[in-house]
Structure formats: C-alpha cells, structure tokens
C-alpha cells in the first residue's frame, strides 16, 4: 500500500460514507482512480466493511465493562458458542497471560452485568473491571512506521 492508499484509508475510517466523488477531491485523483483503489482495497480484505460507531450509552447501555476469563482448553469451543448468543459481548480477543479471553461487554445496569457475568462464570474463573471514561476511545489505524524506530506515519 502507499500514501495514497493510507491517505484513502484515513478519510474513510474518519468518515465511511464519503462518495468516491469526494474522496477523489482530497487525494487530488480522478473517481475512477478512486473508485478503482477503494475496491482494490476492499478485495484484499484491508477494508472489511462500513459501520457506524454507535454510543453505548446514548443506546441504553450505560455499562460497560472489560472481563478477563481462563477457561480451560476442552471448554473453549462451549464458551465460544456461549458468546455468540450473548449480544451485549461486543468484542472477545483470545489473549496470552493469565486470562484465556478479554472481552468487552455492556449492559443496562449493574444488576444486568451481574447476570451476564454469571452466564460467563460457568467456564472459568472471571476478573471484571468496570468502565469508569474512556479517555482514548476506538481510532482508525495509521500507516505503520517503516523502520523500528521511526515515528514518521
């Protein structure tokens, strides 16, 4: 990928319904070369689709909380299946460390993450921190550095 792919990427994950018309105008290209890259993109798997970002809070999840779980290697596919019938689990990353999984729920109230807690509980030992602000919230990726060391995007 080059700048201009990075400089398209950054536009779009600051604004993913920006038309090919004025994306062409802030990369100083034509649409269809536009056009042409944002597809190329997309078919490599780089860009995996469009969403809008939504308030947790302003949607009636005031709740939010990050659990660390070890659950045991015969269990894990259970476990799994159990998360995927759980939506206020919004995101799950199999880490290394002591937790087997990190994941990142919201729920309605406490009495609500209480009882999603418990659903989880049945798969091994749980660690719960609770949201207090999120001082640096979800931001788009930036072009890595070229070298160890560098620091220019």
Known sequence: MDDLDWKILALLQDNGRLSYTELARQVHLSVPAVTERVKRLEAAGVVEGYTARINPSAAGYPVSALIGITVQQPAKAKFLKLLETIPEVV???????ADSYVMRLVAVSMAHLEQLIERINLYGETRTSIVMSTPLPARGLARPASKP???RR
């Open 91 to 97: 995101e799950c990353h199999h880490v290394t460390g």
């Open 149 to 151: 060391g560098d620091t």
